[in-house]
C-alpha cells in the first residue's frame, strides 16, 4: 500500500514539468465535471448535496493515493444509487456510515487474500445488463423532479409509477423545458468539445435561467430544498446502529454491507482494466488487488467524512485520458480543485433548479445504454442475450442484490452445459473446415 510507486512513470518521460501541468488541467476539468455530478448523485441517493461533494473529493484523493491504476478516476457512481436511496428510505445517516465501515473491510481482505482476479469471471452480459437496470431506475427516479413535482414518490419502481400517473395534473412546465434544454446543452457539448464536459456548461445555463428569465416561474432550487450546502460541508459522522436491533436489521446491514462491497469491487476492476486499454497502457499495468485495497480506504473514511460510498469511474477516467491525465497526480489535483471550487462557489451552487439536476441525471443515465455493448452481446450468442435480458429486468423489480446474484447462479447453473455446447460446436466446426480443405 505504498502511496508511492510506478503509478507515475508517466511523469518522467519528456517534460516533467509539461507532464505534470497536464496533469493538474486534467484535474480541474475533472473537478469542474464532478461538482455536478455528485450534488445529482447525492440527492437521487436521497443524501444532502454536499455528502456528493466532499465524498467524491475524498474518494478522489484515497484513489488515486492507495488504488492499483495510473489513470483510474475515482468518484460517486449511478450504482450506488438505487442502494443507498433504499437504506435512507428506512434508515438514518449513521447505519449508512456504518455499512459502508463494513464492506470497506470486506474490500481490504479481498485485496489482502488477492481475490481481485474473480470479478474477472463475471461474465460481460451480466455487467452491461446491470448497468442498463441501473439507467432504468435512475431515469424513472428523476422523473418526478424533472416534471416538477416537489414531493418525492415512493422507493419502489411501482410506487413511482403510481405517483407520477396521480400527479399528473401537478406538471410543471417550466421544469420540463429547463431538463430538455440542460440535455441538449449535454449533447450539444459532447459533440463539440472534448475539454468542456456538456454538464459544466449545462449547470451554469440552468443557474442562469433561474436567476433571470426563469426567476418568477416557479423553479424549485437546491437551496429551497437542502437549505445552505456550506453549513455541514465537513463533519465527522460516526457509525450508528438503529435504536431497535433485531434480526431483520441484522440482515439488513449485511445485505447494504455485501451490495456496497460487490458494486465497489465489480465496478471499479472493470473500470481499471478497461483503463488500461483506453490508454493503451505498455507500462505499469493495472492491479486488481491493489484497486481493491484502495477502494477498502475510501470506503471507510469517505462516510466518515460526511460522504457515501464510492468507486472508480469509467467516464470520468476516459475523459482524464482523452485530456492527457498521465498519472495519480490527475485525481489528487481533481480532490484539491473541487474543494476550491465549492468554497467560492457554494452560494452559486445553492441557486441551481432542481430539474437542471435531474436533466443532468437523465443524461448520464442515457449514456450508461450503449448500443456498441448491446451489439456486442447480440453477437456473442443467444444465451447472454437472454442473461443480459433477465437483468435488465431483474435489478429494477427485486433490486441489485437479488437481481445480479441470481443472474450469476442461473451462469453458474448453465455455465457447464453452455461451455459444452459450445466445445462441441467448436470441433464440429473444425471438423468441417478440415473436410473441405
Known amino acids: ?26 484535474g480541474l476539468v475533472l473537478a469542474a465535471v464532478a461538482i455536478p455530478l455528485a450534488i445529482g ?16 473529493a475524498v474518494a478522489s484523493l484515497l484513489g488515486a493515493v492507495f488504488g492499483g491504476s495510473k489513470y483510474l478516476v475515482h468518484g460517486p457512481t449511478a450504482a450506488f444509487i438505487p442502494v ?15 455499512a459502508s465501515l463494513i464492506a470497506g473491510l470486506m474490500l481490504l481482505f479481498a485485496g489482502f487474500f488477492r481475490l481481485g482476479r474473480l470479478a474477472e469471471k463475471i461474465p460481460h452480459s451480466i455487467v452491461v445488463g446491470f448497468t442498463i437496470g441501473i439507467a432504468l431506475i435512475i431515469a424513472l427516479s428523476q422523473t418526478g423532479p424533472a416534471l416538477g413535482f416537489k414531493e418525492k414518490g415512493g422507493h419502489s419502481i411501482a410506487d413511482q409509477i403510481l405517483f407520477i400517473y396521480e400527479n399528473t395534473g401537478n406538471i410543471h412546465l417550466s421544469a420540463v423545458v429547463m ?41 424549485v432550487l437546491i437551496a429551497d430544498q437542502y437549505g445552505s450546502m456550506m453549513a ?5 459522522r460516526p457509525p450508528l446502529l438503529p435504536e431497535t436491533w433485531n434480526a ?41 488487488n491493489r484497486e481493491l485495497r484502495g477502494q477498502g480506504m475510501i470506503n471507510i473514511f469517505s462516510p466518515l467524512l460526511n460522504g457515501f460510498p464510492h468507486t472508480g469511474t469509467l467516464g470520468r477516467t476516459a475523459l482524464s485520458i482523452r485530456i492527457k491525465g498521465r498519472s495519480p497526480l490527475a485525481g489528487i489535483a481533481k480532490s484539491v480543485f473541487i474543494i476550491a471550487i465549492v468554497l467560492f462557489m457554494a452560494r452559486y451552487l445553492e441557486k441551481i433548479p432542481v430539474a437542471c439536476i435531474a436533466g443532468i441525471l437523465l443524461y448520464v443515465a442515457s449514456g450508461m ?10 453477437s456473442m450468442n443467444n444465451y447472454h442475450v437472454m442473461l443480459m435480458c433477465y437483468t435488465v429486468a431483474a435489478v429494477p423489480l427485486f433490486g441489485f442484490m437479488i437481481g445480479v446474484l ?8 448453465c455455465f457447464r452445459l453452455f461451455e459444452k455446447k459450445k466445445s462441441k460446436e467448436f470441433v464440429y466446426r473444425n471438423k468441417r473446415v478440415r473436410e473441405k480443405y
Open 1 to 26: 500500500m505504498r502511496p508511492c510507486d510506478g503509478r507515475y512513470e508517466e511523469l518522467k518521460k519528456g517534460n516533467i514539468t509539461r507532464n505534470v501541468v497536464d496533469d493538474l488541467t486534467a
Open 41 to 56: 448523485f447525492a440527492m437521487a441517493s436521497g443524501l444532502r448535496p454536499e455528502q456528493g461533494i466532499i465524498g467524491g
Open 84 to 98: 443507498i436511496a433504499g437504506l435512507m428510505a428506512v434508515y438514518d445517516p449513521g447505519f449508512l456510515v456504518l
Open 179 to 219: 431538463v430538455v434544454l440542460t440535455i441538449v446543452f449535454c449533447k450539444a457539448f459532447e459533440r463539440l468539445s472534448d475539454s468542456i464536459p456538456g454538464p459544466v456548461p449545462a449547470l451554469v445555463f440552468g443557474y442562469f435561467g433561474a436567476q433571470t428569465f426563469w426567476s418568477d416561474k416557479g423553479l
Open 232 to 236: 455541514d460541508l465537513i463533519i465527522f
Open 248 to 288: 431483520a436489521v441484522a440482515f439488513d446491514l449485511f445485505y447494504y454491507a455485501f451490495t456496497f462491497f460487490i458494486i465497489a469491487a465489480i465496478e471499479s476492476i472493470l473500470c481499471g482494466r478497461a483503463a488500461d486499454r483506453l490508454a493503451f497502457n505498455h507500462g505499469f499495468p493495472f492491479s486488481p
Open 369 to 378: 445504454v450503449k448500443k456498441k455493448e448491446i451489439n456486442r452481446i447480440i
Open 406 to 413: 441470481s443472474a450469476i447462479v442461473i451462469y453458474a447453473i
